[in-house]
């Protein structure tokens, strides 16, 4: 967690009976833009990585989502800590702006915890506010 820039490198968000496939998981949105996916809201993610798995609850998707600036020079998400002003502080929680792009950076499984790994990163608003 970096306290100047008041950002964790790396958020994590825990999506319950969910599993993620890159080649049809766009949102159906007007265009196929494979490996990426664009959520509708704002996404709640946490810095503490076992917060999100429990919110994934027993089976799902864990997304690792990279906040820092990419190398390309590409905007980077936009979010804030929010867990100072929560009814939770202990869930670490850090709101991402509403409607990210996420492109998928790699698809694994965790045998352990029973879940898929997805880690993701800005995917620099590939869609419109239309899609």
């Known amino acids: 967690y970096d306290e100047r820039q008041n ?3 790396l ?3 825990g999506l319950r009976d969910t599993e993620i496939d890159k080649d049809v998981f766009n949102n159906h949105g007007s265009q196929k833009r494979d490996n990426y996916f664009k959520y509708g809201t704002f996404v709640s993610t946490s810095w503490d990585k076992e917060v999100s798995l429990g919110f994934m609850c027993e089976k799902g998707c864990l997304l690792e ?3 820092s600036e990419p190398p390309d ?4 998400l936009v979010g804030a800590d ?19 792009t996420f492109e998928i950076m790699e698809i694994g499984f ?3 915890r029973n879940c898929q790994l997805v880690r993701v ?7 419109s506010n239309s899609d």
């Open 7 to 9: 950002r964790p490198p």
């Open 11 to 13: 958020v994590y968000h």
């Open 65 to 67: 989502i990279d906040t």
């Open 73 to 76: 020079g590409c905007q980077r």
């Open 82 to 100: 929010v867990s100072w002003i929560s009814k939770f502080p202990v869930e670490c929680e850090f709101l991402i702006a509403r409607k990210p």
């Open 110 to 112: 965790d045998i352990e």
């Open 121 to 127: 990163q800005n995917g620099n608003n590939l869609y």
